[in-house]
């Protein structure tokens, strides 16, 4: 069964920092895989998404990941991180045969004047 | 394009009562999907609809159950409610059932149970 794991359920940066969110995922062949921002009271927001192709991948908000199968990591980044990124942070993979999102546990992240 | 929407946002219901819960996708998408999100066990998948037909299911008790109509809209039916069923219920929607096909979500329905 396909895992996916976030390291750290909770991450401070001060604003303008670097913000790294872990991702690791336990797959035999690559998935598909997905970074959501969660805001209070509301549903899942697209950040980014790697299907095939380039392994850096760009995405909304000036985020990034970069897909390294050898790890199989999918680390998130953002150089310089602003007050509206507080929110929670989900990892998820779809195999692709089944068809359903496998979550990370999510990681909350704050932002620090 | 509008977005999904989820109907109702908010409900309270007691141990022992059924729910429906509503989901619309967004125009043109066929396959959707729905999440149980809670503090305890994260984002969990209940189960995924297209054409009108469950592809996928979760792991999740019988007393959990969906549909979905022609027009692609979609319900999801709790019965015999348990505290443990509190929840915020998410739906999903996509284009098709690839994986490389992104899950549009909606803002979701909060689930309080008494």
């Known amino acids: 069964a396909q895992s996916v794991t976030q390291l750290g359920s909770h991450v401070s940066v001060s604003e303008g920092a670097l913000v790294l969110l872990r991702c690791n995922y336990s797959?035999?062949?690559?998935?598909?895989l997905f970074w959501y921002v969660q805001y209070p009271n509301q549903g899942l927001q697209l950040l980014l998404k790697y299907t095939t192709g380039a392994t850096l991948v760009k995405g909304i908000n000036g985020f990034e990941a970069e897909f390294k199968k050898s790890e199989t990591s999918f680390h998130l980044t953002k150089p310089s991180a602003h007050m509206s990124d507080a929110a929670e942070y989900f990892c998820a993979a779809d195999s692709g045969s089944a068809r359903q999102l496998t979550f990370g546990s999510g990681t909350q992240l704050t932002v620090l004047p | 394009k509008a977005g999904v929407t989820q109907t109702p946002r908010y409900l309270i219901k007691t141990r022992g009562q059924q729910v429906t819960l509503s989901c619309s996708p967004i125009s043109g998408h066929r396959s959707v999907s729905w999440y149980q999100q809670t503090p305890g066990q994260g984002l969990q998948f209940l189960f995924e609809?297209?054409?009108?037909?469950?592809?996928n299911k979760g792991n999740f008790p019988g007393r959990f159950s969906g549909r979905q109509f022609s027009n692609s809209r979609s319900e999801m039916n709790v019965s015999t409610l348990e505290l443990g069923d509190s929840a915020l219920y998410l739906c999903?929607?996509?284009?098709?059932?690839?994986?490389?096909?992104?899950?549009?979500f909606g803002p979701g329905t909060r689930l309080t149970v008494l």
């Open positions: 797959s035999s062949v690559p998935p598909y």
């Open positions: 999903a929607s996509s284009l098709g059932r690839g994986g490389n096909n992104e899950q549009f």
């Open positions: 609809y297209f054409s009108e037909t469950q592809r």
